[in-house]
């Protein structure tokens, strides 16, 4: 975080959790790309690029009503699929 801190114990929220998974699989990102979702204006720019490649494999989804949610919480069953469907990727 920009403090410096690692925060092992907090939650992570699902703008983190694609910008994870993003970067460890090298997806190209580009900051200035729009992500199709709903809610695109809200994701932080930080994420948006990671985001979009993410969502672009397939790799992450929105939820209903076409929103990506950038801000909640990332859930179990959210970060399982995402690491499944991270692991089937040719």
Not at 28 to 38: L, R, S
């Amino acid at each position: 975080y920009e403090d410096g801190t690692f925060r092992p114990g907090a939650d992570i929220t699902r703008a983190e959790m694609a910008v994870m998974a993003a970067r460890a699989l090298k997806l190209p990102a580009e900051p200035t790309a729009q992500t199709g979702f709903a809610d695109d204006g809200d994701i932080p720019v930080w994420a948006r690029g990671y985001i979009g490649a993410a969502a672009g494999m397939g790799l992450v989804a929105g939820r209903e009503g076409g929103i990506f949610a950038p801000g909640d919480p990332a859930s179990r069953a959210e970060a399982v699929t995402l690491l499944l469907r991270a692991a089937g990727r040719k």
